[in-house]
């Protein structure tokens, strides 16, 4: 017999590599340690301000999508929080995203995108070039 399993809370995604040893070049088991516990205290705080409108059963793009649109849910309209609600939902979805981009068995660029990159940029090296300098100027960058 199958049974069925609501969720109730946002949670952290289950990330492989945190064990402690870190992605050797990448980042130490200490920088992803405390990288999880920032993760974390937006988790906490979606689920404190989901629980206040009802939304902790809701998926995290619905909460984004809601709290950024207060017209699709009437009740978050009226909410003082809602921009925290949107930051918390925004970050969780952020950093899961962050955590799912990264691996321990990293693969070498497909010939067909590094000749796409070298075509547009003229080197893999000024692509990150101008990445990192793109990426910088927008909230949320630090990372890069």
């Not at 017999?1 to 946002?10: I, N």
């Not at 590599?17 to 993760?39: E, I, P, R, T």
């Not at 699709?72 to 939902?89: D, E, I, M, V």
């Not at 955590?99 to 990293?106: A, G, L, Q, V």
């Amino acid at each position: 017999m199958l049974s069925t399993f609501t969720r109730t809370l946002f949670a952290m995604p289950p990330v492989a590599y945190m064990d402690g040893h870190g992605l050797d070049g990448v980042f130490s088991g200490h920088q992803l340690d405390l990288h999880a516990l920032h993760h974390k205290a937006y988790v906490n705080k979606l689920n404190k301000l989901a629980k206040q409108v009802n939304m902790q059963d809701a998926s995290v793009e619905q909460v984004i999508f809601e709290a950024a649109n207060p017209e699709a849910n009437s009740s978050l309209a009226a909410f003082p929080q809602r921009k925290q609600l949107f930051n918390n939902a925004a970050q969780h979805f952020n950093h899961s995203f962050f955590w799912s981009c990264m691996t321990r068995n990293s693969r070498p660029m497909p010939p067909s995108l590094e000749t796409r990159i070298t075509e547009e940029f003229g080197s893999i090296d000024c692509f990150k070039r101008e990445w990192e300098t793109a990426a910088m100027q927008h909230f949320g960058s630090g990372w890069c």
